[in-house]
Structures are given as C-alpha cells and as structure tokens.
C-alpha cells in the first residue's frame, strides 16, 4: 500500500536534551515516509547546533527572534506532506502513533484533525507495559461533543490546516489549537479524539508558575471570543470574562488578570480583519474551558 508522507513539525525553544530525545524517538517509528522539521524560536542553550551536528536530515527553520507559536506556522507551509504531525519541543509519538494515524485519516475523508492521547511523559513506563484492550475505545465520551486538540500530540491534514489559515500569530502563546480548530469546524471537517494513537509530554508545573500562562490564557481569551463567537454569545462571554477577571484578582490577590484583560482591549486592533463568527452549532458545541485562564494562582 502507498505510503504518504507525513511531515512533523516540532516548534522548540531553549530545550536541547528534550528536542534531542523527541528526535531520537521519532526515530523509532513503524511508519516508513516520514519528514521532520524543526522551527527554532531563536535558542541560545546550544538547540541549534545539536540539531545540525546530531541531525542533519531535520529542516531546521532558524527564527531571528522568539515569535512563540508563530514560528510553527513557518514549519507548516515548509511541510511537504499529505499529513502533519504538530509536536512540542517536549513531546514526541508513541512508536506506531503515526502509522496509526495514517490509517485513520484513509477511512474518514472528513476527518481534518487526529487528536492523540496525550500522556505524562513521566509514567512513561507504566504506560507502555499496560495490557490494553484493543477493542477498548477508552474515551466513549469523546464523541458526544465537537473538541479542540492538543499541541503536543495532533495529526492533520495539511489542505485542511492551510485552508484554516495555520495558527493565529497574534496570540503568541495558548488558545492557538483552540483557534484553529473553530476554523476547522467551521469548514466541515471533524476533529477525533484516538486513545490508540498516544503522545507522551513532558508536563512542566515551573512554566505554569510564570506570569506568562496567566497572562497569555487571560488576555487570548478575550480574542478568541471576539474572532469566532456569534455576536450574542461574544457579549456575553466577554462580559463573564470581565466579572471574572476582576473576582480573581481579588480572590488570588494578583494584578495579572485585569492587566491581562487591559492588553486584550489596548491590542485588539491586532484581530482587524480576522473576526468571522463560526456557527452558533459549533460555538455552543465546541467545549471551551475558559475558567482554566484563572486557575494559575489557587
């Protein structure tokens, strides 16, 4: 049977040994026809020069700066395949994750994005000794309702993805799959959810201590209402994100909320032109956990 390429695309900033161990177990892939490319937000940990020295058949695509997830989209429109498989720096496949994607893509024409099951990297072993059923779906309830991805762990068809306008550069960081994958509903194509096909993640608790996850989770908020919500449901989720914003500041006591909501109206000139409201079926249907912007600092 023919084999399609599939492209994986990686986006990685200062994480040389994480970047160094996805690559080595891409390596171990059951699937044949694989390219991988590798778009570096301006390291300067030694990232670089271990690709090149290690690695010389990666596409290294060299920022001049840290644009955060905008650099993926380089990736993307460098990607030669039929299928794309969107990493983090800190994640990679499980060894016939790929393969099994490819399968799942050739029996439903419809489906635009192969959600993976994205585990803790660090039960790495107790996972992978697991007696699992195959006839076990695992995750019945994940077709009940539409679904977003993951970005450490997702196949997608790169017409669909090029279609959707790749991912939306003006957040910079978080909401960008969530972004997406309204376009990609909105254009008629399904998103699954695949307990077969797994992912293994780093999880990094000090990046969440940071200012920047509250941050850039509070402030893309407001922008991904404003850019793919119905006008009615727009108003009043904005004016729940406002209530919310100020109850938190206060119950957590940080500023990070309302300078947060602050940056998302002073900016908002950064949507010009991107607003174009999905369905009000997939903006009712699509689950969007908006309370996890204010869980950083309880």
Not at 102 to 121: C, H, M, P, S, T
Not at 171 to 199: C, H, M, V
Request: glycine share 6%; net charge negative; aromatic share 16%.
């Amino acid at each position: 049977m023919d084999k399609p390429l599939v492209s994986v695309v990686i986006l990685c900033w200062n994480r040389k040994e994480d970047v160094r161990e996805g690559l080595l177990r891409l390596q171990q892939q059951t699937y044949p026809n694989i390219e991988v490319i590798v778009s570096d937000n301006c390291s300067t940990d030694g990232t670089i020069e271990m690709i090149e020295n290690e690695f010389p058949y990666v596409q290294l695509i060299k920022m001049s700066e840290n644009i955060g997830i905008e650099a993926y989209n380089f990736g993307f429109k460098k990607a030669g395949g039929e299928y794309i498989v969107i990493l983090d720096d800190d994640s990679f496949p499980g060894e016939d994750a790929i393969a099994n994607m490819v399968d799942k893509f050739r029996q439903d024409e419809k489906l635009g994005v192969a959600a993976f099951d994205v585990r803790n990297y660090f039960d790495y072993d107790d996972i992978r000794n697991e007696d699992r059923n195959p006839g076990d779906s695992g995750a019945a309830a994940a077709r009940d309702y539409l679904m977003s991805f993951n970005g450490a762990g997702a196949g997608i068809r790169r017409d669909v993805l090029e279609r959707a306008g790749y991912y939306p550069e003006e957040f910079f960081l978080y909401w960008n799959e969530q972004d997406t994958a309204f376009r990609i509903l909105d254009a008629g194509y399904k998103i699954e959810f695949f307990p077969d096909i797994i992912s293994y993640h780093k999880y990094s608790p000090k990046n969440r201590e940071s200012w920047r996850a509250p941050f850039y989770f509070t402030r893309n908020a407001f922008w991904l209402v404003w850019k793919n919500y119905p006008a009615g449901m727009a108003v009043r989720i904005t004016l729940r994100l406002i209530r919310d914003c100020i109850y938190y500041s206060m119950e957590q006591k940080t500023f990070i909320y309302i300078k947060a909501m602050m940056a998302a109206f002073r900016d908002a000139g950064k949507l010009k032109g991107k607003r174009k409201p999905v369905s009000r079926y997939i903006a009712e249907n699509l689950r969007t956990p908006f309370n996890f912007s204010f869980m950083f600092y309880k």
